[in-house]
Nanobody, 121 residues
Framework: QVHLVESGGGLVQPGGSLRLSCAAS????????MGWYRQPPGKQREWVAD???????NYEDSVKGRFTIFRDNAKNMVYLRMNNLKPEDTAVYFC???????????????WGQGTQVTVSS
């Protein structure tokens, strides 16, 4: 019913930048909170950033000042701009979106399939 597709990952040198995109489609009545998570090789998935419907943002400490999360509600998209990338940022990045599929219904969480970000020389 609701599908999320991430894009924008790739190989970048330390200090470089990437912008990740996440497009939501399907049975969307309204979008609520959106966020980004990542899973480094051999590790558990971890929270990176999120953004509320009003635009309030929160970031994991290691990405503060380097990453920026923003959203375009008209396009049902959320983005993650990543600057000054470090090797420690290497991971599969996932977007997560809270969606209401009908009026006055509880929100449900949806996840994308992930996009690989590799930071290496």
């Amino acid at each position: 019913q609701v599908h999320l597709v991430e894009s924008g990952g790739g190989l970048v040198q330390p200090g470089g930048s990437l912008r990740l995109s996440c497009a939501a489609s399907g049975s969307i009545f309204s979008l609520h909170a959106m966020g980004w998570y990542r899973q480094p090789p051999g590790k558990q998935r971890e929270w990176v950033a999120d953004i509320t419907t009003s635009g309030r943002t929160n970031y994991e400490d290691s990405v503060k000042g380097r990453f920026t999360i923003f959203r375009d509600n008209a396009k049902n998209m959320v983005y993650l701009r990543m600057n000054n990338l470090k090797p420690e940022d290497t991971a599969v990045y996932f977007c997560s979106v809270q969606v209401s599929t009908a009026e006055s219904t509880p929100v449900s969480d949806y996840w994308g399939q992930g996009t690989q970000v590799t930071v290496s020389s």
